[in-house]
Structure formats: structure tokens, C-alpha cells
């Protein structure tokens, strides 16, 4: 009886040790078999561009504020808001109260030929020489003011091409040429102040809110990729048998959205681009092909 019993307990104990080896050899084939999915796309050769858009303002060519020469009291306005009008023209008439002049008329002229953007003071006012009167603006040239990062600013060159939008004729796109950088960065804001003229400015008017893009930088037929793909310097490539690779890689131009390549990658070769932050290096892969 004692020899049964010893024999049906050697049998269960051989029976339990097969039925572990059996499990943990399913878990591991079944942990092998799992691959991990991800997003992939075959490295080509593209145009990388990098851009920099920024806010401004439309400005006139010139603004002057008028000043009259002497005090006294307005007695004629001979012009209106909008109004063109020639350098010398007369813009207001005034009767001179300084003493020894009592009662002598005098005019304010027009220092430059432009449009008459704002009249200051009405009939009958008492002006002074250190007061404005009238303001003129010159728009036969429109220009753009902004201001630009300072990291960015060694980008910005005189004559460089900008593109200007404006919400208010939003059908148009004009063009222009840097004519003015600032020499300092603001220290408040880190910005450098840049102007640029615009050619064939016709319905811009001063004060309008403009949207200014800059080319800085453009590689043309270099092997690139999204820049979603690169993770400190390196990406993920995978290999024929479907095993992701890390490998690290030599950066150019960084563009608006792809990533020149310097070294590191070859044409064709699948890049990781989503899924990637799972990924180590050796590990069994499913690539998805991203569609375009």
C-alpha cells in the first residue's frame, strides 16, 4: 500500500513538472509571436523649407505730423481727410495773436506731398508751435513692420523676399524686400525691428494687420524625413526581418515639417514615425507603411 501511494505521488509530482515546462514554454513561444505595431515611412529624397511667419503692421512710406510756426487761432480749414495734396500747399488758415502781430493771417502748409491721414483741430482753435495740427502721410509706398525672434535673426538679410497677407483682402498676396533691420534686439521683447517694402501695394492702407512669411533657409533633393521621427538625435530603422533598429543619425536643415539627413540614412530604408517612443532597439516589429 505504502509503495502505491509513493508511486501515484512521484507520478502527480512528474505530472505538475511537465505541465510548468509546457506552460512557460506556450508563454514564451506566445510572448515571441507578439510584435509590436508601428508607423512607418521609406526614406526619400524632397525639398526641405523652413519658413518663419510673423504678425505686423502695414505703415506708410512716410508719416509727417504738420506743426504751425507761430501760436494763434484757427480760422480756415482748406482741406479734408483723404485728400491729396503737393508739398507747400495751404492746409489751414490761422489769424496770429502773437503780440506785436495782432490780427495777421498765416497759413500751414504741407511739408511733404502725400494724403491728409488726420486733421487734429477744428475751427477756431488756439494752436501753438509745439502742438500738432494736421497729419500727412505719404502711400505712394506701402511698407511692413515687424519684428522677428531674436534667434532668428541672423536669418533676415536687406533684399531678402517676403510674403504679405492681410485678413482684410484675404484673395491677395503681395510682395515685398526687406529694406530695414534694427541693429539691436529690443530687451524687453528679444525681438530685432524689420521693415520691408511692398511692391504693388494698391488697396493696403496704413494700420492694417498683416501676416509677414520669410523664407530662411531651403535644401532642395536631400534625403529627409518627418521630423516626428527623430527621438534625441537618432531614429528607428527597420531591417528585412521586421527587428527595429536605433540608430543615430546627422541632422541639416530642420524645415517646417521634414528634417534634412546628413548621415545615417540611405534611400528606402522604412523609418520609424509613430510608435517609436516603445522602442528600444532589437525588438520584433509590425510595420505600417503611413499613406501620404
Known amino acids: 500500500m505504502k509503495k502505491i501511494l509513493i508511486g501515484i505521488i512521484i507520478i502527480l509530482v512528474i ?3 511537465l505541465r510548468l ?3 512557460k514554454k506556450q508563454t514564451r513561444t506566445g510572448v ?13 529624397r524632397v525639398d526641405v523649407t523652413k519658413t518663419c511667419a510673423l504678425m505686423g503692421t ?9 506743426f504751425p510756426e507761430t501760436m494763434g487761432r484757427i480760422t480756415k480749414i482748406l482741406v479734408k481727410e483723404g485728400s491729396y495734396v503737393n508739398k507747400g500747399d495751404k492746409l489751414l488758415g490761422l489769424r496770429n495773436e502773437t503780440i506785436g502781430f495782432e490780427f ?14 488726420k486733421i487734429l483741430v477744428d475751427i477756431g482753435a488756439t494752436v501753438a508751435p509745439q502742438v500738432p495740427v494736421v497729419m500727412i502721410v505719404d502711400i505712394s509706398r506701402i511698407k511692413v513692420s515687424f519684428n522677428a525672434p531674436e534667434m532668428d535673426a541672423q536669418c533676415f538679410k536687406l533684399n531678402s523676399p517676403v510674403t504679405i497677407t492681410v485678413d482684410a483682402i484675404p484673395d491677395r498676396k503681395f510682395t515685398g524686400y526687406i529694406t530695414e533691420i534694427s541693429p ?6 528679444k525681438t ?3 521693415k520691408a517694402m511692398i511692391t504693388g501695394g494698391a488697396g493696403l492702407k496704413p ?10 533657409g531651403e535644401r532642395k533633393n536631400v534625403i529627409a524625413i518627418p521630423q516626428d521621427a527623430i527621438v534625441d538625435n537618432s531614429v528607428f530603422v527597420v531591417k528585412k526581418d521586421s527587428i527595429a533598429e536605433q540608430r543615430p543619425v546627422k541632422i541639416g536643415l530642420i524645415g517646417d515639417e521634414m528634417v534634412e539627413i546628413l548621415e545615417g540614412l540611405n534611400e528606402n530604408e522604412l523609418v520609424v514615425v509613430l510608435g517609436q517612443q516603445r522602442l528600444a532597439g532589437g525588438e520584433k516589429v509590425n510595420p505600417i507603411v503611413r499613406q501620404k
Not at 207 to 216: H, I, Q
Open 15 to 17: 505530472g505538475v513538472i
Open 21 to 23: 515546462t509546457l506552460v
Open 32 to 44: 515571441e509571436k507578439v510584435a509590436l505595431a508601428v508607423e512607418v515611412l521609406p526614406v526619400a
Open 58 to 66: 502695414i505703415i506708410a512710406d512716410k508719416t509727417v505730423q504738420v
Open 104 to 117: 495777421e493771417e498765416a497759413y500751414v502748409t504741407a511739408p511733404i506731398s502725400g494724403t491728409i491721414a
Open 184 to 189: 539691436v534686439i529690443d530687451p524687453l521683447t
Open 192 to 194: 530685432v525691428g524689420v
Open 207 to 216: 494700420g492694417m494687420t498683416a501676416r509677414v512669411s520669410l523664407n530662411l
